[in-house]
């Protein structure tokens, strides 16, 4: 038979691994949280060049007179963020947790000058204007 203090330890030590295990589960559930969120980050920033390359791809097999404008959402998951056109690409560029991270899509166009925004720009007008395409 087991003496009563021999129960209380056992007691102590169960839910002492008990204790543990939840803060281990806590831990990692932070890390899969941090992950998760800059995940999230990455997908939206890499939609938006996305929908900017298609735009500008489409503007560039377009008859002259198209033009288009696209609203540049004011950040990508609370984050500032830089467009830049540069000659045959463009990019979108944001800072994750302390890290620059760059999203880089090929245009069927050429841009003479490189181009930047930011999500303080507001709108983007594409117009194609005899035989090339202009961002404003």
Sequence with gaps: MKKKG???VELMLLMGIGIILVLG???AEV???DFTTSRKTSVEAQGLVQILKNE??????????YTKTITLPSSIDGKDYDVIFNEREVTVTINID???S?????LLT????AQSFDE??????ITKEDNIVTLT
Aim: no cysteine.
């Design 98 to 100: 302390g890290q620059q």
């Design 56 to 65: 500008i791809n489409l503007a560039a097999v377009a008859e002259n007179g």
């Design 110 to 113: 050429h841009f003479d000058a």
């Design 6 to 8: 021999q129960a209380s």
């Design 120 to 125: 303080n720009t507001g709108d983007i007008t």
């Design 31 to 33: 890390f899969y949280l």
């Design 102 to 106: 760059d999203w880089v899509e090929v």
């Design 25 to 27: 589960f806590a831990v």
